[in-house]
């Protein structure tokens, strides 16, 4: 099995080999405890930031959808500290480290109560649409991550595969109705994480999600990152943000990309 673990020092070589390094106890024991607090109110409280993935009524994610883009709303406490964090030198840093000066694209938050489908495996670079260079990740573990609770797994190396066309997903098992083809003999690596843990991967990087079977929350803060030196993006992930905290605005992809067409890059 492929360790992810990093030290910081060692995470531009690993994330090179791997397309995805794990870094221990990046956020402190009180911000992740505020995260949780702060997401679960609002979501209990006004789901309104909650992203419409069309799931059906009596789907426990119709009551904790995903947030997509909380960044984008800062009349809220979440907000407030999405756009914070999105931003906070400490992931910036990381980011920079490993695909050179960046611009933040997104923030998300994803609650993932028990019994709540996982998401089939993709690639996030397919919804982001940045070229020529591509995207990266920041997966913030706000409660233990691990398999039963639908933690991520990940297949190590596959961010030289590029972007894989998707097909039909398996929707008992998946809350979106895509995922991408597994070339023959990968290794997929579940993941483990603790709470403040930040996984770093590639746009390319194969991952995805199974079902929360544990009595327990799989609670995450995501934010995604586009290099400076991409000179577009898909539409929806305008405009961007630099570390400065100033917006800037690249060239929108045309629709479909590698993929044609009939496909709509969007939200993930």
Known sequence: MTTL??????????????????VRGLLTTDEITRIRDVFTDQV????????DDHVPEDDVLRRYPRFVHPHRHPDTEAGRIARSLMLDRRIFDVVESLIG???AAQSMFYFKPPTARGQAMHQDNLFLQAHPETCIAAWIGIDRCAADNGGLAVVPGSHRIQVLCPEPADESESFTNIQVPLPEGVE?????????????????????SRPNTSDRFRRSLIFHYVPQASREVAKFYNPLIARTGEEVSIAESA??????????????
Do not use: K, M, N
């Open 5 to 22: 673990l990093t030290e910081l020092a060692d995470a531009p070589t690993r994330y090179e080999q791997l397309g995805v390094v794990q």
């Open 44 to 51: 209990e409280r006004d789901s309104s930031l909650g992203h």
């Open 101 to 103: 000066p960046a611009f």
């Open 188 to 208: 997929i690596t579940q993941t483990e994480l603790e709470p403040g843990d930040v996984l770093f991967f590639h746009g390319s990087l194969v991952h995805g």
């Open 255 to 268: 629709d479909g990309g590698a993929c044609g067409d009939g496909w709509q890059p969007g939200p993930h």
